[in-house]
């Protein structure tokens, strides 16, 4: 079936880089996607990565996808105070156009 | 300016009553999509429209409505069958390439209260 996990929770020190992990089921899924939520909002698209790839860098962020474990990570560099949120990963099934999201990270980041 | 909106952002509901949600896009997208979002839950997806006049059910359509009359607007009515309506309510849009990314634009969300 599908099914996306992600950890719930996960504090950082300003500065340093936060890794945000998640597993997917579905090998069929084509895209994997990361996004953003701040409290009382919509979602951000951050980035995506097809699966036919092993890494994306786009400035401070870093995707990497193990496709035989079927796993997914977001690296933030140099993390700021901005960038505590909610993170959501979302796999989008091979012959689908719909998503299937994760429960979300919540990131905090203190001094 | 480009983009999602949904109104209103909060919104309080007697039991009994049905309640309709707005999202309107200007993206010029064919595919819109209906989620809620329960605390500690990820998005559950309740209905999505991959054209104007259609609309599927997604995972948890039951005791919600939808209509596509136009490409902008795509209304969702919870109705006095949604046994816990209580939640917040994301409206989303994408192009419609199949095999492709799609990326999804998320409008700010509805925060719907049942009193």
């Known amino acids: 079936g599908e099914d996306v996990e992600q950890s719930l929770f996960l504090s950082v020190r300003e500065g340093d880089s936060s890794v945000i992990n998640c597993t997917y089921t579905?090998?069929?899924?084509?895209?994997l996607y990361w996004y953003k939520q701040e409290p009382g909002a919509g979602l951000q698209l951050l980035t995506y990565?097809?699966?036919?790839?092993d890494m994306k860098q786009d400035q401070r962020l870093t995707v990497l996808l193990n496709k035989k474990d079927k796993h997914l990570s977001l690296r933030i560099a140099d993390t700021q105070t901005g960038d505590s949120a909610i993170y959501f990963c979302?796999?989008?099934?091979?012959?689908?156009?719909?998503?299937?999201f994760g429960a979300g990270t919540r990131l905090a980041v203190h001094p | 300016d480009g983009g999602i909106t949904q109104s209103p952002k909060y919104l309080f509901r007697k039991e009994g009553q049905n309640v309709t949600l707005s999202c309107e896009q200007n993206?010029?997208?064919?595919?819109m999509y209906w989620y809620r979002q329960d605390p500690g839950q990820g998005l559950r997806l309740i209905y999505y429209?991959?054209?104007?006049?259609?609309?599927q059910k997604g995972d948890i359509a039951e005791g919600y409505s939808v209509s596509r009359e136009k490409k902008e607007s795509f209304p969702l009515t919870v109705t006095s069958a949604q046994k816990n309506p209580t939640a917040f309510y994301l409206c989303?849009?994408?192009?419609?390439?199949?095999?492709?990314?799609?990326?999804?634009?998320f409008g700010p969300g509805t925060r719907l209260t049942v009193l």
């Open positions: 989303a849009s994408s192009i419609w390439v199949s095999g492709e990314g799609n990326e999804q634009f």
């Open positions: 579905d090998s069929s899924s084509t895209y």
């Open positions: 990565i097809f699966s036919n790839m």
């Open positions: 979302a796999e989008k099934p091979g012959g689908y156009n719909k998503l299937i």
């Open positions: 993206l010029n997208h064919d595919a």
């Open positions: 429209s991959q054209i104007v006049n259609d609309f």
